[in-house]
């Protein structure tokens, strides 16, 4: 005798006729909001939307009251209320990406990343100067930040994490109070203590140095959640085998959670691409390419924004919504590595 196959079931999948119903509670509601617009005084897109949800949550809670009872009918009421959240937070998103992308692909052209600004002027035509500087500059000045936020960030997580020392409780919190200073503060404070008394000049390290006092925050505490999820077996194991306490750091605990450590450096990295106050107030946004980061203004992708929208001409406007496009876009890349980086250490 042979045994059936039984197939999985996947109950909390629609069938068709709930999806049918679910179209036509959509329907009475938008027809009840037309009508109600339309025959009293509320006006607007707004009035429209308020009635429309008030609507489909009182045809959801009658249809599953009479159907399955009052548990299921206060449910639909809380399902009806997630549902509109997840569309006020999504729908604005959209919004947004697609407002850059129509208004930033105007000035986007092949030269534009192959010529600067030095020769161009804010009323030249699109195809003429570009924002080659600014990438090179914000590459440069990320890159200086980098290399003294990355070093500085994880031994603070390694110290909160495996150390634990007397100043942990101090150092946790001071992370958390760089977490949430304003950007503008990182630059007046670059401002006062370096450039006004020791160069008097603007640079692209200065830049780098602002930049580095906001991503030590980001780093730190993202690494710090990734080693918290390091099993303490591991830990165990490299002492019980002779191993120091920092060779069992360097050698497992921190290899361990390589790929998480390389997620907090691209969120790290994501964080304060964007930045636009302290770069105005350190970096000095020069418009030719500049190489060296010790002297002289150095461009940078978000300064060369604002300085398009500061100028206030057709030309210079689009030639800021193609930086902010080109910006998202590198920004965006950073988010898809660290939601990858992480995804696999996950399935790991």
């Known amino acids: 005798m042979s045994t059936p196959t039984l197939k999985p079931t996947r109950p909390w999948k ?12 959509l329907v009475i509601a938008s027809a009840l909001s037309y009508l109600i617009v339309l025959l009293t005084p509320m006006k607007g897109k707004l009035a429209y939307l308020s009635i429309f949800f008030i609507a489909t949550i009182v045809i959801n809670f009658a249809e599953n009251y009479f159907k399955r009872g009052l548990a299921a009918a206060k449910d639909s009421i809380a399902t009806s209320f997630a549902a509109a959240g997840l569309i006020v937070a999504v729908v604005p998103i959209f919004s947004i990406l697609f407002t850059i992308f129509e208004r930033g692909r105007a000035g986007l052209n092949f030269g534009l990343f192959l010529h600067d600004m030095k020769l161009n002027g804010p009323n030249d035509p699109l195809n003429q100067g570009g924002l080659l500087h600014a990438l090179i500059g914000s590459g440069i000045m990320v890159g200086i930040a980098l290399l003294i936020s990355l070093p ?6 390694i110290y909160l994490t495996e150390i634990k020392g007397i100043y942990s409780r101090p150092i946790k919190f001071l992370v958390q109070a760089m977490s949430g200073v304003p950007s503008i503060v990182a630059g007046l404070f670059i401002l006062s203590a370096i450039v006004f008394p020791i160069t008097k000049s603007s640079s692209g390290l200065m830049g780098g140095f602002a930049l580095a ?3 030590i925050p980001t780093i730190a505490r993202t690494s710090e959640e990734v080693l918290l999820l390091i099993p303490n077996d591991l830990r165990e194991a490299g002492v019980a085998l002779g191993g120091t306490q920092w060779r069992t750091i ?3 605990v921190v290899p361990a959670a390589k790929s998480g450590l390389i ?8 964080r304060v691409a964007g930045e636009t106050a302290p770069l105005v107030l350190v970096s000095g946004g020069g ?3 500049n190489t060296n980061p010790f002297q002289s203004p150095m461009g940078s992708l978000p300064f060369y924004i604002w300085k398009g929208f500061t100028f206030g001409t057709t030309e210079s406007i689009a030639r800021s919504w193609a930086g902010i496009f080109v910006l998202l876009s590198l920004i965006f890349i950073l988010f898809i590595a660290a939601r990858t980086l992480s995804g696999s250490r996950s399935s790991k």
Do not use: E, F
Request: proline share 3%.
């Open 14 to 25: 629609l069938t068709p006729k709930q999806r049918g119903l679910i179209v036509l509670n």
């Open 152 to 157: 500085i960030g994880i031994l603070t997580a």
């Open 263 to 270: 997620t907090a450096t691209i969120l790290g990295l994501a």
């Open 287 to 289: 418009d030719a390419v």
């Open 250 to 252: 360097s050698l497992i």
């Open 213 to 215: 006092i906001l991503m």
